[in-house]
C-alpha cells in the first residue's frame, strides 16, 4: 500500500526558510519523476517543483523560482524541498506526488509564513 508523508513544515518569518521532506511507502520513488505541490485556503492546488528521476532536470513554478529548490535522495526514496526568502503568499499546505500518474496524496505539511 503507498503512503506519503511530508513532513518539515512551520510557521516562519517572512524572509525565513524551512526545508521539507517527503518518505514514502509501498512505491520506489526512485522510478518516477516526483513533485511538490501546494494548496492555499481557498484555491485550487498548485504545481510547485517538478524534479526527474536522477535529479538531472528541476522545473519551478514562476513565483518560487530562484527561491526555492527540489532534489532527491533515491537510496532514501526521499524527496526534498527547500524553501528561502519565504513570503506570506507562500503559505499553503505542501504535498508531493508522483507527477504523471499520482497516487493517493499524503496528509500534507502546513507552511505558515507570517510576521
Known amino acids: 500500500q503507498v503512503q506519503i508523508v511530508e513532513s518539515g513544515g512551520g510557521l516562519v518569518q517572512p524572509g525565513g526558510s524551512l526545508r521539507l521532506s517527503c518518505a514514502a511507502s509501498?512505491?520506489?520513488?526512485?522510478?518516477?519523476?516526483m513533485s511538490w505541490y501546494r494548496q492555499a485556503p481557498g484555491k485550487d492546488r498548485e504545481l510547485v517543483a517538478t524534479?526527474?528521476?536522477?535529479?538531472?532536470?528541476?522545473t519551478y513554478a514562476d513565483s518560487v523560482k530562484g527561491r526555492f529548490t527540489i532534489s532527491r535522495d533515491n537510496t532514501k526514496n526521499t524527496v526534498y524541498l527547500q524553501m528561502t526568502n519565504l513570503k506570506p503568499e507562500d503559505t499553503a499546505v505542501y504535498y508531493c506526488?508522483?507527477?504523471?500518474?499520482?497516487?493517493?496524496w499524503g496528509q500534507g505539511t502546513q507552511v505558515t509564513v507570517s510576521s
Open positions: 524534479i526527474t528521476i536522477t535529479g538531472g532536470s528541476k
Open positions: 509501498g512505491v520506489a520513488f526512485s522510478t518516477y519523476v
Open positions: 506526488n508522483r507527477r504523471f500518474t499520482p497516487g493517493p
